[in-house]
């Protein structure tokens, strides 16, 4: 896994959003898109900085130490808005004060969850118990009216932590970690933008 620190998330974050605003721009008068302009800036598809404080009030609320990874994302930017199927189709990032625990979603079936990250026990660090609800240890870190959703699994390391990505008609795909999630972005909208 890359370090956290390899990547520059203020510098990476600037570039993404460069490249998903090009991809939109002759859709941002569109209905679909009308959030943007609501937006203090409506070129930055992200949030302003996170300060310490909001950072360390998340912690407290969760009970939970931040990777490093997540800690760095929200100190260049608290949240990510959706645009063209990024981060997670309608998902959006959501910013510190909207990160949740899933096991207290109620919008959500939440024994398919359970079942669903049962079935990626192989992700969770340390493993789980027979008796442990996984639930207890995922994040709900990207949300979209209770369907799609970007899920973080809570592990003993401190560099990043397992992601997986939820839609309700296509399942769940796992990625290694948030930065894989972005860096893959980073790379495929390259791609497309050098046709």
């Known amino acids: 896994m890359t370090p956290p620190t390899a990547f520059d998330w203020k510098r990476q974050l600037k570039v993404l ?10 859709e941002l008068d569109e209905p679909h898109y009308e959030y943007l302009a609501e937006r203090p ?8 900085p996170a300060t310490a404080r909001a950072i360390a009030s998340m912690e407290e609320r969760l ?3 931040l990777p490093d990874a997540y800690r760095a994302f929200f100190q260049a930017s608290d949240g990510w808005v959706r645009a063209d199927g990024f981060p997670h189709r309608l998902a959006e990032l959501l910013d510190t ?6 096991g207290t979603d109620n919008r959500r079936d939440l024994a398919q969850f359970r ?26 870190i990207g949300d979209f009216d209770g369907n799609e959703c970007i899920l973080y699994i809570v592990c003993d390391r401190t560099d990043d932590w397992p992601v997986v990505l939820w839609d309700p008609e296509d399942g769940a795909r796992h990625r290694v970690s948030l930065v894989e999630v972005f860096r893959g972005e980073l790379d495929y909208r390259l791609r497309e933008a050098a046709g």
């Open 41 to 48: 800036d409506p070129r930055w598809l992200g949030g302003k």
């Open 97 to 102: 004060p909207r990160v949740f625990w899933l």
């Open 115 to 140: 079942e669903l990250m049962r079935g990626l026990s192989h992700l969770f660090e340390p493993p789980l118990a027979s008796d442990d609800d996984p639930l207890d240890r995922v994040l709900c």
């Open 17 to 26: 959003n460069s490249l998903l605003l090009a991809v939109i721009a002759d």
């Open 63 to 65: 009970g939970i130490t």
